[in-house]
């Protein structure tokens, strides 16, 4: 076991130390927890950074039609391609250039027993000016044709 103590007035860390982990953050309590945490502050520092710099963020999430019958790969699959259909469109190339966006995106699956399996996923999309007067629009034109048998909504 060891302590790492906190910066003046903050609380310090404790834990063990050479234990094998499996690092799954869709499997294991203890690990995603890590994970998580570590992800969140992460984010923080980044919205943060972005703020200070007279930025904006806008989250972006997309899901997608599932029934139980669906299997975790296949759903990866179509999601993964619904990604790469998105971020190779011209509308979103567009904004790329236009607002100088960028963005960092997770995967987040959950699993019922009477849906099965639910993927979708979190897009942190960074600006670094304020661009909230144009987030309607571009939230009006977000909804790609995706990949066959897929319908477009208006």
């Known amino acids: 076991m060891h302590h790492t103590p906190g910066p003046e007035g903050e609380p310090g860390t404790a834990g063990f130390g050479g234990l094998a982990t499996c690092g799954s953050v869709w499997a ?13 502050k992460d984010l923080e520092q980044l919205i943060n ?7 904006t963020v806008a989250l972006l999430t997309l899901t997608m039609r599932h029934h139980r019958g669906h299997s975790l790969r296949e759903l990866r699959r179509a999601l993964s391609a619904a990604w790469r259909h ?25 699993h019922t027993d009477l849906n099965g399996w639910h993927l979708h996923i ?5 600006f670094p ?23 477009r909504r208006a």
């Open 122 to 126: 979190h897009a942190l999309l960074i």
């Open 86 to 110: 998105l971020t190779q469109s011209r509308g979103w190339k567009r904004w790329k250039t236009d607002l100088d966006m960028d963005y960092v995106r997770g995967v987040e699956g959950t």
């Open 129 to 151: 000016t304020d661009v909230s007067a144009e987030i309607p629009a571009l939230t009006a034109r977000s909804t790609p044709a995706g990949p066959r048998g897929w319908r």
């Open 28 to 40: 294991c309590p203890v690990c995603s927890a890590k994970i998580s945490a570590r992800r969140s």
């Open 49 to 55: 950074w972005n703020a200070d710099r007279g930025g």
